[in-house]
């Protein structure tokens, strides 16, 4: 079974850092492209950015709001995803999800980051 | 950009009632390998989304059979045949080759 579990999230100033982290198991993650997709309080979802498999080259992208102050990693031998922000901003408050896949198979359960001063 | 619209925003349905959810993207989700990227999610109150269709039609592992998906180039929709109190929840297309989300639909029940 595939689970996902984000950690990471919590309180920040605006202009803070923030590390995200995705613990994955029942998959071989390394195989996998991994995705950060986010929900402001009452508000639909956002593709915030996009890893792919080493094999496939391991490259990032970014949605626009974001580009620039987000940084998508992974550890293949811990299968882990992570997410570090960086310059936060009050609008980046949010649930974060990561998910599986080009096609969001999997979802964990989210985890809350608060920009707030 | 791509811009997915969904129509309408909120459903009110009467329980054993079916319901209809469209889709509209601003070009064509046809893919340069003749696939189409269209997928739908579903968010209960309270919990993370659930994928129920992909590419178009297909249904995920243990989505009921009540739930269908159909359309082709810019048009696209969701359908359950006959709504149940589970169906209660805010359901998304996106477009998953420029990951893009539609706004949203909340279904509720009459």
């Known amino acids: 079974e595939v689970q996902l579990v984000e950690s990471g999230g919590g309180l920040v100033k605006p202009g803070g850092s923030l590390r995200l982290s995705c613990a994955a198991s029942g998959f071989t993650f390394s195989n996998g492209w991994m995705n950060w997709v986010r929900q402001a309080p009452g508000k639909g979802l956002e593709w915030v950015g996009r890893i792919k498999s080493k094999t496939d080259g391991g490259t990032t992208d970014y949605a626009a709001p974001v580009k620039g102050r987000f940084t998508i990693s992974r550890d293949d031998s811990r299968n882990t995803l992570y997410l570090q922000m960086n310059s936060l901003k009050i609008e980046d408050t949010a649930v974060y999800y990561c998910?599986?896949?080009?096609?969001?198979?999997?979802w964990g359960q989210g985890t809350l980051v608060t920009v707030s001063s | 950009d791509v811009v997915m619209t969904q129509s309408p925003l909120s459903l009110p349905v009467t329980l054993g009632q079916p319901a209809s959810i469209s889709c509209r993207s601003s070009q064509s989700l046809v893919y340069s390998d003749g696939n189409t990227y269209l997928n739908w999610f579903q968010q209960r109150p309270g919990q993370s989304p659930r994928r129920l269709i992909y590419k178009v039609s297909n249904r995920d592992s243990g989505v009921p059979d009540r739930f269908s998906g159909s359309g082709s180039g810019t048009d696209f929709t969701l359908k359950i045949s006959r709504v149940e109190a589970e169906d209660v929840a805010v359901y998304y297309c996106v477009e998953v080759t420029h990951y893009t989300f539609g706004q949203g639909t909340k279904l509720e029940i009459k």
């Open positions: 998910t599986r896949g080009g096609g969001f198979d999997s």
